[in-house]
Structure formats: C-alpha cells, structure tokens
Nanobody, 121 residues
C-alpha cells in the first residue's frame, strides 16, 4: 500500500517562509510526476507547482518567483519552499504523486492528507 505523508505546515506572518515536505512510501517502483495543490475555504483545489521525474518544473502564476518545488528521487520525497508568503496563500496544501505501484504494476494518482498553511499577522 502506498502512502504520502506531508509535514511542514503551520502559521506564519506575511513575508515569512515555510517548507513543506511529502514522503512517499510503500510498494513503489518509480514515481513519475509529483506536485503540490492547495484549497482555500470556499474555493476549488488549485495547482500550485509540479515537477517531473527529470526535474522539469511548472508553477501557477500566483506563486512564480516565490515558491520552489524540488524532489529527492532517492528518498521518494518532494518539497515546496514557500517564500514571501501572502495572506492569500492561506490554504490546505496537498501533495500529489503519479507512481507505478509494484503490487498492481499500474500507474495511479496518490494524495497526501493535507497540511494547513496560514499566513496572518
């Protein structure tokens, strides 16, 4: 069974920084794309950033220049470094991974449980 476990959320003042981590574990053969999404109260879940297995990245316009996504393939872990945080970044952040599971030998989409990020003075 595959699990994605997130850590690193919390409360920070505007202009501050946080680093989110997401570790994948279980019956994993390899991980293709990884990414971070967020959902604010009353809004739909939106894409924040993605990273492919070879390190190509893409970002939502609202976070470009402030957030950086990275991954450690040896540890099956992805990160989201968030700088210059704004109140509008407040949301529950979810990690995502598209991976090949050994049990089924099929690619599937997996999600973390979500971690709250609150930006407030």
């Amino acid at each position: 069974q595959v699990q994605l476990v997130e850590s690193g959320g919390g409360r920070v003042q505007p202009g501050g920084s946080l680093r989110l981590s997401c570790a994948a574990s279980g019956s994993i053969f390899n991980i293709n794309a990884m990414g971070w999404y967020r959902q604010a109260p009353g809004k739909q879940r939106e894409l924040v950033a993605t990273i492919t297995s070879d390190g190509s990245t893409d970002y939502a316009d609202s976070v470009k220049g402030r957030f950086t996504i990275s991954r450690d393939n040896a540890k099956n872990t992805e990160y989201l470094q968030m700088n210059t945080l704004k109140p509008e970044d407040t949301a529950v952040y979810y990690c995502h991974a598209r991976l090949l599971e050994k049990r089924t030998w099929r690619y599937g989409d997996y999600w973390g449980q979500g971690t709250q990020v609150t930006v407030s003075s």
